[in-house]
């Protein structure tokens, strides 16, 4: 039989006495404090999405997740797969027990985000932040709206930065960049709501499980606004693509030395009437620098390829059967359903 050791309180203190015990105000630390406070003020940018499509007979049929609010006339952000099946239209409800008719103003799935306009023009928005600030252990709190009018919080650190998430569209592969791993678990319908640093500034859009008690969160930086800023403007995402299938490839020791780096971008596969095939670009060829920047994979070439590139020539620095090339190419826009 296990032995039980009782102990008794101070003499003379009256045990279990309630109006002894510290009210929840004085029970809350500062921990708990960020995420009450962070909590309450992000609640009501926060929506919950009844997103519909339709199947064979008309039928409506509902998906749903997160969203949060980016602007008081009515734009909110999400993540790109919560409207991937989509009609264009859903219904968004706050905290408030509004529930506002949106329409997807443009999604793009190689970054996993959308912009929704919903009917109203006195929206909380949230604040935003910028990633790029952020360390590792830092505290975030992962807010989202799942069930309409009441929000899910969770609170963790960053465990992880830099992490990529491979997307596509169509033929089309892309990789998210400086995605952040938190161990803040994302509830079921919290993808596309907010990931939230300690002063209450969405630094990210939470997007996947990556694992038991791990999430994923599309960054708020620079290049995310920009694409936002796109989405917003002209309902798509503008790229820049060369026509070729590749995968990074280790250099010979020789050829390394010589070139003074260890990796680049072998042409596997060259696409009929592409930019690639117009320069004269080869499967077997090594791509090791484009405009002047070094190459050690295909999410080296795919960060270049932005809007800007389009139509405009760039040099290429390629090794073919040992000879280093220059060839010159002109990137056209990528098409998302039938191009690389």
């Known amino acids: 039989m296990s032995n039980v050791l009782f102990v008794d309180g101070p003499a003379g203190e009256a045990a279990g006495d309630p109006l002894d015990r510290p009210s929840d105000a004085e029970a809350l630390d500062a921990y708990s404090t960020v995420i009450t406070t962070v909590a309450r003020d992000l609640a009501p940018s926060v929506a919950n999405l009844r997103v519909y499509g339709r199947v064979r007979g008309g039928h409506r049929v509902a998906g749903g997740g997160s969203a949060f609010v980016l602007a008081p006339d009515g734009y909110l952000v999400t993540s790109a797969h919560v409207v991937e099946a989509s009609r264009r239209d859903g219904v968004a409800s706050f905290v408030d027990g509004r529930e506002l008719r949106f329409e997807v103003v443009g999604a793009d799935a190689l970054s996993d985000l959308a912009v929704l306009r919903a009917d109203a023009r ?73 990931l939230v640093d300690g002063r209450g500034r969405v630094v990210g859009v939470n997007t996947a499980v990556a694992g038991i008690g791990l999430g994923l969160a599309v960054p708020i930086d620079s290049a995310t606004r920009r694409i936002i800023a796109a989405l917003m403007a002209d309902g798509r995402v503008r790229r820049a693509h060369l026509g070729i299938a590749g995968g990074a490839r280790p250099l010979p020791p020789r050829l390394a030395g010589r070139l003074r780096r260890d990796r680049a971008i072998e042409v596997v596969e060259v696409l009929p009437g592409s930019p690639a095939a117009a320069a004269g670009l080869r499967p077997e060829d090594l791509i090791v620098e484009a405009a002047g920047v070094a190459l050690r994979d295909v999410a080296d070439l795919h960060r270049l390829m932005t809007e800007d590139r389009i139509g405009r020539p760039i040099e290429l620095t390629v090794v073919r059967g040992g000879d280093e090339l220059r060839l010159t190419i002109t990137p056209r826009e990528l098409d998302e359903r039938a191009d690389r």
């Open 122 to 194: 006195d929206l909380v928005p949230a604040t935003l932040g910028d990633a790029a600030t952020l360390r590792v252990g830092q505290l975030v709190v992962a807010i989202g709206n799942p069930y309409g009018f009441a929000g899910s919080v969770t609170a963790g650190v960053v465990s992880a930065l830099g992490r990529s998430l491979p997307v596509r569209s169509g033929s089309a592969r892309r990789v998210v960049d400086n995605v952040i791993q938190t161990d803040a678990a994302l509830n079921p319908g919290n993808s596309g709501g907010a």
